[in-house]
């Protein structure tokens, strides 16, 4: 098999770049056909893994964090949709959250991802569109899509530029609650059945966490068919500390302020305020209106620790 190795070099603030000789080591020894690429801009993985897919790799690996995994999705979702491959996907976690390697399976150590690649056990996993916001044409994604607070917190962290991790997240979401605290008025439609509240947040989730700790989904199975969906109303703020040590532990849906449920369809649309919003981590709009999201199932074959 030929393995397109997509490293992001600025991933983990310079952990992907620092990883690239492990990497070649490992999968010499082990004989795998390779070709090593860095990114250098925005979106360049997604042309990259697009490319690969057309040129007949039998494997697309993502070296780097969520937004590198997200582009690799989307360029071989393209692929799939212009009749040009469909190549698997692999991934190494050297990012920041490295929340959907999490999610799949992926070890997190370097050296357990690459054996990961060996062994190469695969699993089906579905893929979500979203559209709206800077996306009106969609943007696929593989862990989740998250409008409102958690939104908010992402864009914070990436503020933080002496914190790394899941330290960032938190203090991003602590600072959040005092500058998110007035929920949107939202009108939301859930396969076909509609609810108008104010809702701090809404989380439609193929995977597990966000965040690099908040399991929003923990009982999320990526290739079931379905979205998880956490929605949280108004709260004070007190109740917003609660919530963010409970999203910590998994605990959240035993809070009244909660609402979760399964679907493969959901809209949200802002009656009053606006919809900041996030796919996989990355920027889906600051001040949006309307955003969409479906459920597409068993799309890519993702190689992780467990066959399925």
Same mark, same amino acid.
């Given at each position: 098999m030929r393995?397109?190795?997509?490293?992001? &070099?600025?991933?983990?603030?310079?952990?992907?770049?620092?990883?690239?000789?492990?990497?070649?080591?490992?999968?010499?020894?082990?004989?795998?056909?390779?070709?090593?690429?860095?990114?250098?801009?925005?979106?360049?993985?997604?042309?990259?893994?697009?490319?690969?897919?057309? *040129?007949?790799?039998?494997v697309v690996v993502s070296a780097g964090?969520?937004?590198?995994?997200?582009?690799?999705?989307?360029?071989?979702?393209?692929?799939?949709?212009?009749? *040009?491959?469909?190549p698997a996907m692999g991934v190494l976690t050297v990012g920041r959250g490295n929340d959907f390697g999490y999610s799949m399976g992926i070890p997190t150590e370097l050296e357990a991802g690459c054996q990961t690649l060996i062994a190469d056990l695969r699993r089906t996993i579905d893929v979500g569109l979203v559209t709206g916001?800077?996306? &009106?044409?969609?943007?696929?994604?593989g862990n989740g899509v998250g409008i409102g607070f958690d939104a908010v917190v992402g864009f914070e962290a990436l503020k933080?530029?002496?914190?790394?991790? #899941?330290?960032?997240?938190?203090?991003?979401?602590?600072?959040?609650? #005092?500058?998110?605290?007035?929920?949107?008025?939202?009108?939301?439609?859930?396969?076909?059945?509609?609810? /108008?509240?104010?809702?701090?947040?809404?989380?439609?989730m193929n995977g597990i966490r966000?965040?690099?700790? #908040?399991? /929003?989904?923990?009982?999320g199975v990526p290739d079931d068919g379905v979205f998880d969906i956490c929605i949280a109303r108004q709260v004070s703020r007190p109740q917003m500390f609660v919530l963010i040590a409970k999203f910590m532990a998994g605990t959240?849906?035993?809070?009244?302020?909660?609402?979760?449920?399964?679907?493969?369809?959901?809209?949200?649309?802002?009656?009053?305020?606006?919809? &900041?919003?996030?796919?996989?981590g990355e920027t889906l709009c600051v001040d949006g209106t309307e955003i969409s999201v479906e459920l597409l199932p068993r799309q890519i074959s993702l190689i992780t620790r467990t066959q399925g």
């Open positions: 393995y397109k190795i997509i490293v992001n &070099p600025t991933s983990g603030r310079g952990t992907g770049e620092q990883s690239i000789p492990q990497i070649e080591s490992i999968l010499k020894t082990a004989g795998l056909d390779f070709d090593l690429v860095r990114t250098e801009k925005p979106w360049h993985a997604a042309a990259l893994a697009q490319e690969a897919a057309s *040129q007949g790799y039998d964090g969520d937004g590198t995994a997200n582009e690799v999705i989307n360029g071989l979702m393209l692929a799939k949709k212009a009749g *040009q491959g469909t916001g800077l996306y &009106p044409e969609g943007r696929y994604f933080l530029k002496r914190l790394h991790g #899941f330290a960032s997240y938190i203090v991003a979401a602590l600072k959040t609650i #005092f500058l998110y605290f007035q929920a949107p008025q939202v009108r939301v439609v859930i396969d076909g059945e509609e609810m /108008v509240l104010p809702s701090l947040m809404v989380s439609i966000l965040g690099g700790g #908040f399991m /929003v989904a923990p009982q959240q849906a035993e809070h009244p302020a909660i609402l979760t449920q399964h679907a493969k369809k959901l809209t949200a649309t802002a009656i009053e305020g606006v919809l &900041p919003a996030h796919a996989d």
